[in-house]
């Protein structure tokens, strides 16, 4: 017994607080978190009309947990903090930005006609661009099939048993061809196990050795292209005034991505796969404005 007149269940007199059935907190402080990066920018300001920046930042961020509030009740056991550390759902491990503005060498302020109709026309033209490449999010595998550990430690989940090496844990590839209804085998099932209970209470019969986030198993990378295309027209209304034409498009190239994979174990018939795809298609603003 925990203290002397204790009269509750096993279970009761196992959790960090017995007297109590439950015991709440709200931002505790008692998570912790690291993040390690190397990073490399290379600028070039303008000239001859080209500007450009590429950053590029190599990084690994590792937590307990991802947020205050969620800290208390995401965890697996609260006599083990350490078991909580592990890479985060912000982890991304490669990062890559280019941004961009190149001034068309056309025009007066240009190096190629000047003057005329065709400096009027080719003339003011502007291009630019944000173009960022980035890892995918790690992946969580977990189970909705998990047995109550709640009753057992006051914990809200239970983490599955890995049981396989990464280097069998994924039997697939990015898929070729969409499969909405079926679809398509990434994750290995026999990798993974939801944490079996004991027969009479579903009690877990051990905690699980997975981790909040897988530190290898990703989704997929993630590119994103923007493109703006502007003319500037000088007016005679007064100085510094312009006539602007723009067009500016988003996801430039029509890309649509890959959903992660399933990662719920407890769902055997869509555990590991990839179900067809997200993302908006390409879109194009086109816009005037008149600045004096």
């Not at 009753?151 to 909405?180: N, W």
């Not at 004991?198 to 590119?223: E, I």
């Not at 555990?271 to 086109?286: D, M």
């Amino acid at each position: 017994k925990p203290y002397a007149d204790f009269s509750g269940t096993v279970a009761q007199s196992l959790r960090k607080f017995p007297q109590y059935y439950a015991v709440s907190a709200h931002r505790s402080g008692e998570a912790y978190s690291n993040y390690h990066s190397a990073q490399v920018t290379l600028t070039k300001r303008t000239g001859n009309g080209l500007s450009f920046l590429v950053a590029y930042t190599w990084s690994k961020a590792l937590a307990t947990n991802d947020d205050a509030i969620g800290y208390v009740y995401g965890n697996q056991s609260m006599y083990n903090r350490r078991g909580e550390y592990s890479v985060t759902g912000l982890n991304i491990p490669h990062d890559l930005k280019i941004t961009f503005i190149y001034d068309l060498p056309f025009g007066p302020k240009g190096r190629w006609a000047r003057s005329g109709v065709q400096g009027a026309v080719l003339g003011g033209w502007t291009i630019s661009g944000i173009w960022r490449y980035r890892s995918g999010s790690p992946l969580s595998i977990y189970s909705s099939a998990n047995p109550d550990i709640f009753s057992a430690l006051g914990s809200y989940q239970v983490y599955p048993d890995v049981l396989l090496p990464y280097s069998q844990q994924i039997i697939g590839s990015k898929p070729k061809i969409s499969d909405e209804v079926n679809g398509v085998a990434y994750l290995n099932p026999k990798a993974f196990q939801t944490v079996p209970g004991t027969p009479n209470n579903n009690v877990p019969t051990h905690l699980g050795n997975a981790s909040r986030y897988s530190p290898n198993l990703r989704g997929w990378m993630v590119p994103s292209e923007s493109l703006s295309l502007i003319k500037r027209t000088p007016l005679k209304l007064r100085e510094g005034s312009y006539f602007e034409l723009r067009a500016d498009a988003d996801n430039l190239f029509n890309r649509a991505f890959w959903n992660n994979p399933e990662t719920d174990i407890g769902d055997a018939e869509r555990f590991g796969k990839v179900f067809g795809k997200n993302g908006g298609g390409r879109t194009i603003q086109v816009g005037v404005r008149i600045s004096f």
